[in-house]
């Protein structure tokens, strides 16, 4: 029986797709393979850049701010009420030395000079104790005074010896100078408004009248206005003029009186760690321990005293002079010492005032001029500059700084932050606080429970122990 064999064809349903899969061009294996890891080396390459970059802004905006930079604020003021400043005096020490006493007692006679030569020579004579013993004594340096009183429009006028009650005076040297250091004790509390409406010589606060047996022979006069809180005028003397009284050898009438005024300049700094910090309650100002540290220095090694600063002791030591800078081993040393001292006293003050001296034109009445050469100190002429250091970049301003770091270069602000601060998303986050805090309050409570009881178990099982071998001993 044969059998007949369909040889019909197959549907469609049943055929088999044997081609194979259209690809588009340009979409090969390979090249799928080759995009795929451009793209990820793009993507490696850009997320690295933003890292690096970041970075490098992270830490200039870190290092700007602990670098603690400051700025400064200046204003400006008329204080109402201010203290009288403290006057210095000056005049070079070899034009108002008694040389004749001076010969007397030493049995040295020195000329004096009329030029430079000769006041090199003239100063390696004295020592600092016979400038001070040699020049005239400071209760014989006011020969009359006038000072009007707070809260009042009256002028008083006293003779010497009156006018030590009111004025104290004392003596100091530096450079070639002695000074003599004026203080107008009754001048505290001054009221600026009542001293400027004066019917005559308005603005003016004293008037003192220099013995004439002082100042024959003085040609140079530096007059020197600082801060009444100040004990010596240390930096304040770099601020003040020097005036010229003899024209060919003879005090002209208009060069016989000086009216000074001054202008204080107040700077207050911040502590460490900003920058230009000063040094809260230190042992002793940062002049007062550069004196010390030079002189202490300089008198031990070189057997002088310093010059560049103010001494007002009387030391049996004659000062530098120039005769020392001729000679380069003693100038190198003394270079070597002041640095010393500068590095050792390297700090500033918290507050520091500053007093420019000036030199002002006023009409003089005829009865207060006279032979004796005047001094008249006025209130300030122009208003004071306050200079006070601030933080230039706070904390909060940091803070923002770093966050706009993070919006630039990550992307990441606060509104991005909008899909997961939604209030239905807050209310879920807070009951799965919830659950999560009371699943972990019944589990604590559940194993606390269960210490007890294993305990229990544990003894009775030892104790079950211990009786069946206690039995099986008693068998053997």
């Known amino acids: 029986m044969t059998h007949e064999v369909n040889r019909t064809s197959p549907t469609p349903s049943m055929e088999i797709n044997r081609e194979p899969p259209k690809l588009s061009p340009g979409t090969s294996g390979d090249d799928k393979s080759k995009k795929w890891n451009l793209e990820i080396i793009m993507s490696r390459t850009f997320y690295l850049f933003c890292v690096i970059c970041f970075t490098i802004h992270f830490i200039v905006l870190s290092v700007g701010y602990f670098r603690y930079p400051v700025t400064t604020q200046v204003s400006y003021s008329l204080p109402e009420l201010f203290d009288t400043p403290h006057l210095a005096l000056c005049f070079s020490y070899a034009e108002v030395l008694d040389v004749y006493r001076f010969k007397r007692d030493k049995g040295f006679y020195a000329p004096r000079p009329s030029h430079r030569q000769d006041l090199r020579l003239f100063q390696r004579h004295f020592t600092l104790f016979d400038i001070g013993w040699y020049t005239p004594p400071p209760e014989d340096f006011i020969a009359r005074c006038l000072f009007r009183t707070n809260y009042t429009y009256q002028t008083v006028n006293r003779l010497s010896a009156q006018c030590l009650s009111s004025f104290h005076v004392s003596k100091f040297y530096f450079q070639e100078y002695i000074c003599y250091h004026v203080n107008y004790t009754e001048g505290k509390g001054m009221r600026y408004s009542q001293l400027a409406e004066q019917l005559t010589t308005g603005g003016m606060i004293y008037q003192i009248f220099i013995n004439r047996t002082i100042t024959p022979y003085v040609d140079i006069v530096r007059p020197i206005l600082f801060d009444a809180k100040e004990e010596f005028p240390f930096t304040s003397r770099y601020l003040s003029p020097s005036v010229k009284r003899l024209v060919n050898g003879r005090v002209e009438e208009n060069n016989n009186h000086i009216s000074v005024s001054f202008k204080p300049t107040t700077i207050q700094r911040l502590e460490a760690p900003y920058q230009e910090s000063c040094l809260a309650n230190p042992p002793m100002s940062r002049d007062r321990c550069l004196k010390a540290c030079l002189i202490d220095r300089i008198t031990r090694q070189l057997e002088r005293v310093p010059f560049s600063t103010i001494i007002d002791e009387p030391y049996r030591t004659k000062h530098v002079n120039e005769e020392e ?152």
């Not at 700090?347 to 420019?356: A, N, Q, R």
């Not at 009445?365 to 001094?375: A, I, M, N, P």
């Not at 909060?396 to 998303?425: E, N």
């Not at 589990?443 to 606390?448: A, G, H, L, S, V």
């Open 325 to 476: 800078f001729m000679n380069i081993a003693k100038t190198t040393t003394l270079h070597h010492i002041e640095q010393e001292c500068r590095d050792q006293c390297n700090y500033l003050d918290c507050e520091e005032i500053l007093t420019e001296t000036q030199v002002i034109v006023e009409p003089q009445e005829d009865d207060l001029t006279g032979q004796d050469f005047s001094v008249s100190v006025f209130i300030p002429r122009q208003l004071s500059p306050h200079v006070t250091y601030e933080n230039k970049i706070n904390f909060s301003d940091y803070l923002l700084s770093i966050m706009s770091c993070f919006v630039v270069w990550w992307g990441i602000s606060m509104m991005s932050l909008r899909d997961y601060v939604s209030p239905g998303k807050i209310l879920k986050l807070w009951d799965r606080v919830v659950q999560a805090f009371q699943e972990q309050r019944e589990d604590y409570q559940t194993r606390r429970s269960s210490r007890i009881v294993p305990g229990q178990n544990r003894v009775l099982h030892s104790v079950a122990s211990n009786n069946q071998n206690a039995s099986h001993s008693n068998r053997r």
